[in-house]
């Protein structure tokens, strides 16, 4: 079955990095564009960025455009979000996503950015 394993997740100070990693399994994984999204309380869900399947390809939101990086290795089914120069509004619960033949998500991470 399908399952998406987030880790890396949490409390860093403003101006700090995370790097987050998503360990898939289930699935071709080479063969399918990957995606992180975000969660901030009492905000609905947002899509932050995505990498295709060779990695050749990566859109960002704009609000992370210029500070976080999406990456992956397709030998080990992962994929990365290296965040850098993090704000208090970046903190959120951070999913991994991929649509197969349906759409799967991860059970989160928690990322929290506060002095």
């Known amino acids: 079955q399908v399952q998406l394993v987030e880790s890396g997740g949490g409390l860093v100070q403003p101006g700090g990095s995370l790097r987050l990693s998503c360990a898939a399994s289930g699935f071709t994984f080479s063969s399918y564009a990957m995606s992180w999204y975000r969660q901030a309380p009492g905000k609905e869900r947002e899509w932050v960025a995505t990498i295709l399947g060779d990695g050749g390809i990566t859109m960002f939101a704009d609000a992370v455009k210029g500070r976080f990086t999406i990456s992956r290795d397709n030998a080990k089914n992962t994929v990365f979000l290296q965040m850098n120069s993090l704000k208090p509004d970046d903190t959120a619960v951070y999913y991994c996503?991929?649509?197969?033949?349906?759409?799967?998500w991860g059970q989160g991470t928690q990322v929290t950015v506060s002095s």
């Open positions: 996503y991929a649509k197969i033949w349906r759409v799967f």
